[in-house]
């Protein structure tokens, strides 16, 4: 595919594209109007599956032998081959996406001298700025920045505390492609059993245990209701753990009978099970070791389906719920949660009515199509004229 020469080129640098947990970046750049897209990645993952991009995705592949050859001479100076390709390519922006993928483009952006945007999305604000190695990997690319996005006012503030200029923090939301996902106001015939879905990886800021345990309080009160597990360990420190735990925690609340265990799906495999089910539990917690969300892409997806979802007082969620945030319970409060799923089976109405007030929201502030208009906005401020 060549990169189509009557629209300036933005070059967005990613470690993997397009990851399972990360399609919303194939989302926004299908819909940034005015530039072409052209992605370099570290790897290639799930293509396939996401075929509607009018942009070129270059692989670096850097574990080939001439490329580590060369970084162990050269360090972080570009590639020969990479920089006559650049030349050629010659973007108008660089836009790095996360910050632990920024910190080794700093000698990219220096080679482009072009504007630099970073966007952070979650555990590179919460979990790395806790640990002074990485607080100094990012003074630099602070300082070299001309734009640093945050998916939130949360997130906005804490990267003013890492020591981000905060004139160069703008708030930039993920917006959904709310126009290609399915509607299905979610209604719960008399006889059938109240149906949860979880989705994401098991890890503890997902709060996947409060998913468990409210389940069980729920049927212990008298609940019919069948919990669909969607994920799995993705190799993370604590992961495993956390995958033996939620074992564990099934087995000792005699929940064998009504959890379905499904491993990670396509996107559209997902949204086909969704739509089979009433509520999406995504109660996130802040962990242990710092990790937090930024905002959950999929939970956004569910909602602008006009599913009902039960989340929590938890980093930028609010700010995705808007004047529905009274709808989120506080973290690690499996009662909470519990009561709303009790309240939903007794009152199916207001399941209904929530799961599409949510996708009203979804449809209003976090339109992909407005979202992508605003970035495209944002490139020009910074592009020379």
Partial sequence: MTTPSSLPVILHRCDQFVGRTTNWLYDHLRFIPRYTPHVICDSLANRQEFPELDAEVWSSNSEALSRRAWR?????????????????????????????????????AEFLEVPWFVGFYGADVYQLGLLGEWRRQYAPMFARAALV????????????????????????????????????????????PLRLLFAGTFREKKGIRYVIESAALARKSGVHLELNLVGDAAGKPGDLEVKRAISDQIRNLHLEDVVISHPYLSFNDLVALALECHVFLAPSVTATDGDREGTPFVLQQLMATGMPALSTLHSDIPFLFGELRFLLVPERDAQAL????????????????????????????????????????????????
């Avoid at 590639?79 to 990219?108: C, M, N, T």
């Avoid at 009790?342 to 007030?357: E, V």
Wanted: a positive charge.
């Fill in 72 to 108: 162990k001479i050269f360090g972080h100076r570009i590639f020969p081959p990479d920089a006559s390709r650049l030349r050629k390519l010659s973007p108008r922006v660089l836009h790095s996406h996360f910050g632990y993928v920024a910190v080794e483009d700093l000698a990219l």
């Fill in 149 to 192: 996005l945050a998916l939130g006012p949360v997130m906005a503030e804490e990267l003013g505390k890492l020591g981000c200029p905060r004139g160069k923090i703008r708030v930039h939301a993920l917006g959904v492609d709310v126009h290609s996902l399915p509607v299905r106001p979610r209604v719960v015939p008399s006889g059938t």
């Fill in 338 to 385: 519990a009561a709303r799923l009790i309240g939903y089976a007794s009152n199916p109405d207001s399941l209904t009515a929530h799961g599409l007030a949510l996708r009203q929201q979804m449809q209003n502030h976090f339109d992909v199509r407005k979202c992508a208009a605003r970035l495209a906005d944002l490139y020009e401020e910074f592009i020379p004229r």
